[in-house]
């Protein structure tokens, strides 16, 4: 056990016999890999640190459920991020502009598509956000984690809560769709 997972450990026993001011010393601990998290999905300053401040609530409610087991900031940084990704689905917006982009020249990378045919796929931006709506709900999960969220496998492993190797079948058979799916567009 690190030295940090030991003193999370014993303020959040601390916290959970009574001691408030532990929980502060404990959000201080994470603060700043927390946000960065929240503002990675989010990409807007002011709304990232609202859903800190409510990964931060949500984690001292779910308290006595944190089993100890990671680090604490590693506990509400997951938190954090489910709720920044349920705050771009009520937004409506979960994978726009430079995400979609990120998918574009992820499937044309993937097909060795020369620079002129990406600018040509990229006019074709709204057709491609419809394509990946009509992806299936874990697929068009993981495009928007890792596009939009620009999160690692491992990120979205955790988030997801599935293991890193389905993740990766996830992302290849949702781009292997996208490929698919505008290739049949391109024929018509």
Do not use: N
């Not at 927390?34 to 308290?63: H, S, T």
């Not at 068009?140 to 496998?153: D, Y």
């Amino acid at each position: 056990m690190s030295d940090q997972h030991s003193r999370d450990r014993v303020l959040a026993d601390a916290v959970l016999a009574g001691d408030r001011d532990a929980y502060r010393l404990l959000v201080e601990s994470c603060t700043d890999v927390v946000l960065a998290a929240c503002r990675r999905v989010l990409d807007d300053p002011d709304e990232a640190a609202d859903v800190m401040q409510d990964a931060f609530v949500a984690g001292f409610r779910a308290l006595p459920t944190w089993r100890g087991d990671g680090a604490f900031g590693a506990w509400v940084r997951r938190i954090a991020l489910r709720l920044a990704f349920a705050r771009l689905r009520s937004r409506k917006d979960l994978l726009t502009g430079e995400a979609a982009e990120s998918a574009l020249a992820a499937t044309a990378a993937d097909e060795g598509a020369e620079p002129e045919q990406l600018s040509l796929t990229r006019e074709g931006h709204g057709e491609l956000l419809t394509l990946i709506e009509a992806l299936p709900e874990d697929y068009r999960r993981v495009i928007a984690l890792r596009f939009s969220g620009e999160l690692s496998i491992e990120e979205i492993a955790r988030v997801t809560g599935a293991p890193e190797g389905t993740v990766k079948s996830r992302i290849h058979r949702a781009l292997g769709m996208l490929r698919h799916q505008l290739r049949s567009e391109s024929t018509r």
